[in-house]
């Protein structure tokens, strides 16, 4: 099994910055494309930003240009840098990864525990 942890968030101000990280732990062989999702209060959970292992990135619109997607490969972590924070980023975010937990193990989604980032005065 595969854990995903992620930390970083709270509550911050318009116009404000947060990094969320994201750890994976547990049974890992190889970790392949890592991701952010939100979700905000009553709407679908979106697509944020995503890397694949040799950091090609890809952005949602609402976010380019504000939101930096990175990963460490040694230490499994994916982080989300989020910049110019608006009110409109309120939700919780999502850590994602495709892990393969072994050398000739099938690949697996994975999603964190979520963590709420709140911008507001």
């Known amino acids: 099994q595969v854990q995903l942890v992620e930390s970083g968030g709270g509550l911050v101000q318009p116009g404000g910055s947060v990094r969320l990280s994201c750890a994976a732990s547990?049974?890992?062989?190889?970790?392949?494309?890592m991701g952010w999702y939100r979700q905000a209060p009553g709407k679908q959970r979106e697509l944020t930003a995503t890397i694949t292992s040799s950091g090609h990135t890809n952005y949602a619109d609402s976010v380019k240009g504000r939101f930096t997607i990175s990963r460490d490969n040694a230490k499994n972590t994916v982080y989300l840098q989020m910049n110019s924070l608006k009110s409109e980023d309120t939700a919780v975010y999502y850590c994602?990864?495709?892990?393969?937990?072994?050398?000739?193990?099938?690949?697996?989604?994975?999603w964190g525990q979520g963590t709420q980032v709140t911008v507001s005065s």
């Open positions: 994602n990864a495709d892990v393969q937990g072994s050398r000739f193990g099938l690949l697996r989604n994975y």
């Open positions: 547990g049974s890992i062989f190889s970790i392949y494309g």
